[in-house]
């Protein structure tokens, strides 16, 4: 994955001409004048990592060979993925850099760790893919941390085609768990936009939604099981799919984010590969008006595996359809809402709830638009992170960010956070394009997920970071919730504290002091560092 930007640099996304030309004329971006810094011109300092706790730690791990200091190795553990963590990088600011990255194999090997960690006072870093789009691996304070990269934890430690579950280790990448699933048949179904590179300890710790959500649900719905190593031992969860015996403590580990402990094993419940995969678009003439056929769908059926519905500008632009961007702009004529509707199952059941969903789709308002923009989408579902790196090459601001809400309060929710971030943003003199759709359906409500691209200006983190506190406001004040599937890292953990109130984020202070009395696991993630 790049140092710098988004996966694989063979992937980059060259922008359009349409693209490119909207960005100068609409949004006044100008083209970069300056190289971005390459990465041994970083200004990295020498870890500060004594004799004694790199021998402490090598010894964890059972060999020096999984403990690196080297400069490259702690540069690409620095910090996640955000537009933010990317700018700061490329301008050389390493101040969050890991003194060491570790690598366990094994549940063992992070207890030792942990305590190699407490008597050296180290604190640790769970890393998976490195996808943090909210500052979840970016620990608060001064004090010296280790990233704890997860990699060789990457097997499959059982299948029970009965039950219809599988085990698997955290640093499992989503595309590696798939092939080892399909080699028995099986598919977990979780497809959000990190797919290529994160890690299912990072689904577990944070929630992550997957663009299919609407037929194989959340990546929380879909765990039985946890193990968590914590610095005071080990804590198992999930003996059977539901219970009654007292509250449920997999929720205490799910969206945890490293900060009660590392998840070392997750079962997940695991569905037959589908024989049949179809995508298809639909035209609204409006956001409501589409949004209201999604509704319908998603409470009283029949429930499409895949559901989404860009508004207006997104579907000008062409955001749904990454590989095709710009393509409408050609036209200049106004392209509605796009929806994406994908079906995945049997051959007879998919061709039966596509049928049922194109009648209720057609009597809300919706127009047929063939499988060529569902195919599109598919095609291009991992894409869009890459073309963010390239409009930071062209000198434009890209950022996402995402709530959730029921669905009385989409309209005013969708509406308030526009209003945020374009008066904010243009305010400080970079007027933005606001761009929504809505990513996940629920039979009580549904996520709203908004692009923001605008000029960088002269001080591109400070333009955003008030822009985000308007949105971050705006998002309480109208019922959302300050994350749907993103997590809280620390840019979201001041609202998130709001939401949870006093006596639930005292509770979980009690749960992290009880877990991690010395408060060595990812300080100020979550919960502000002690």
């Known amino acids: 994955m790049l140092w710098n930007g988004w996966g694989d640099p063979a992937k980059a996304a060259p922008l359009p001409e349409t693209v490119t030309g909207l960005l100068r004329d609409w949004l006044g971006v100008t083209a970069r004048t300056t190289a971005p810094l390459a990465l041994e011109q970083l200004p990295v300092p020498e870890p500060r990592l004594d004799a004694a706790a790199h021998q402490a730690l090598a010894t964890a791990v059972h060999g020096t060979e999984h403990v690196r200091t080297d ?4 540069v690409r553990h620095t910090r996640g993925k955000s537009t933010p963590d990317l700018l700061r990088i490329r301008h050389g600011d390493v101040d969050d850099l890991p ?17 190699a960690c407490a008597d050296h006072g180290l604190a640790l870093v769970p890393f998976g893919g490195g996808t943090s789009v909210v500052g979840g691996l970016a620990p608060a304070g001064k004090r010296p941390f280790v990233a704890l990269d997860l990699r060789r934890m990457n097997r499959l430690l059982d299948l029970d085609p009965v039950s219809r579950t599988a085990t698997l280790q955290p640093g499992l990448r989503a595309p590696e768990a798939e092939e080892l699933l399909a080699g028995h048949g099986f598919t977990l179904g979780h497809f959000p936009q990190s797919y290529e590179w994160a890690t299912l300890g990072g689904f577990a710790a944070t929630r992550s939604s997957g663009q299919a959500s609407a037929g194989y649900g959340r990546f929380d719905e879909m765990v039985l099981g946890l193990t968590l190593a914590t610095p005071e031992g080990t804590l198992d969860t999930g003996r059977a799919p539901r219970s009654a015996a007292g509250p449920d403590l997999r929720q205490l580990v799910l969206g945890s984010e490293g900060a009660f402990g590392v998840i070392t094993s997750v079962t997940v419940r695991i569905r037959p590969r589908p024989q049949a995969r179809r995508y298809e678009g639909w035209r609204f003439a409006d956001f409501d008006t589409g949004a209201a056929a999604l509704r319908r769908l998603a409470q009283d059926g029949p429930r499409p595996t895949v559901l989404r519905l860009s508004d207006e500008t997104e579907t000008l632009i062409g955001l749904a359809q990454p590989d095709a961007i710009g393509s409408a702009l050609d036209g200049g004529q106004d392209a509605g809402c796009l929806a994406v509707v994908g079906f995945e199952g049997t051959e007879e059941d998919t061709a039966l709830r596509r049928e049922q969903a194109a009648a209720v789709l057609a009597a809300s308002g919706g127009t047929p638009l063939g499988d060529a923009p569902g195919q599109r989408w598919a095609e291009g579902r991992y894409s869009a992170p890459y073309l963010r790196d390239s409009l930071l090459d062209a000198g434009a601001f890209a950022e996402t960010l995402e709530t959730a809400t029921f669905w009385s309060r989409v309209p005013g929710l969708y509406a308030a956070v526009r209003d945020a971030l374009t008066g904010t943003l243009t305010e400080a003199g970079t007027p933005p394009l606001v761009m929504c759709h809505i990513s996940h359906v629920y039979e009580n409500g549904a996520s709203l997920y908004f692009t923001v691209v605008s000029a960088q200006g002269e ?9 985000k506190h308007a949105a971050n406001e705006a998002i309480l004040a109208a019922g959302g919730t300050i994350s749907h599937h993103h997590g809280v890292g620390t840019d ?9 109130g006093d006596l639930g984020v005292a509770a979980l202070h009690a749960v992290k002091r009880r877990l991690d009395p010395a408060g060595l696991l990812n300080p100020g993630v979550l919960l502000p560092a002690d």
Not at 102 to 114: C, E, I, M, N, T
Not at 459 to 467: I, N, S
């Open 71 to 74: 400069a490259e190795t702690r």
């Open 99 to 115: 003194e060491a990255v570790v690598l366990p194999a094994d549940h063992d090997d992070v207890l030792a760790v942990l305590r």
């Open 459 to 467: 001080d591109p983190l400070a333009h955003w970071t008030r822009a």
């Open 492 to 500: 979201h953990r001041d609202w998130y504290l709001r939401e949870a």
